[in-house]
């Protein structure tokens, strides 16, 4: 008798816990049951907490018509023999591109241009820059630029042994991922200077290899006018601007990329970033 009422009791439990489960579920998928109480979602991996949610800009949005949501890039990435140094001519498309920050005397700046005209960029940074300035790197992530690799200290990869070129490579993706929320999937070697370790090295990081078609050579400080005559006779489909956000006075770079950008959108060029479905 005692092993009956037991038995009993304990189809009681599971029925109950049962019906439980399933009001449950039916209030999850009820209209306006994620606004009563439900716990918070935990930030996405490598994200730090306290990261301020993303606010819906049209600058931010908009660029990204036409595209689809974000898919994953399937399989491996390649390991490429020379660098991208262009994207597929998708009409008239042009990337811009910076090196060497973020530097809190330049790139915030150049975030202002860019977000004036409701365009978005790609920055490669060194992760020793990365690393003093975390709110640029979130800045770049809430107004949807892309950050590539840039080496952690800039230096020449094709004198460096393999296991110091990783080093490199990974700390700098690290830094990005804390900050920025995703780990770069480009990169690009200081000085233009590749080699068969660096591109190997990239792809099993995760990372394509972008050089450039333009090059500003801002950074010998050459003038504002003579920046802005480059790219405007640079320009054509496909092309990708350097210029460059850090690393010495790049005042130059500012004033110059508030006279060409509009130009260039004004031309009738898109300015975007590339995707990983292009390559």
Known sequence: MQKDQLLTRRRALLAGAVTLGAAGGAAALAPGAGNRGAPASPPAAGAPAARRPLRPSEYRLRPLTGYGPPRTVPGRTPVREEPLLKVPDNGRTVVLTFDDGPDPRYTPDILDTLARHEVRAMFFVCGEMAHYNPDLLARM?????????????????????????????????????????????????????????AFELGAELGMEPLAWTVDTLDWTEPGTRTIVGRVEDGAAPGVVVLSHDAGGDRSQSVKALRSYLPHLLDSGYHVTVPRREYV
């Open 141 to 197: 992530a809430d107004e949807g630029h892309v950050v590539g690799n840039h080496t952690w200290s800039h230096p020449l990869l094709t004198s460096l042994r393999r296991r110091t070129i990783r080093s490199e490579m990974e700390r700098t993706s690290d830094v990005v991922e804390r900050h920025h929320g995703n780990r770069p999937e480009w990169f690009r070697a200081p000085y233009g200077a590749w080699n068969r370790a």
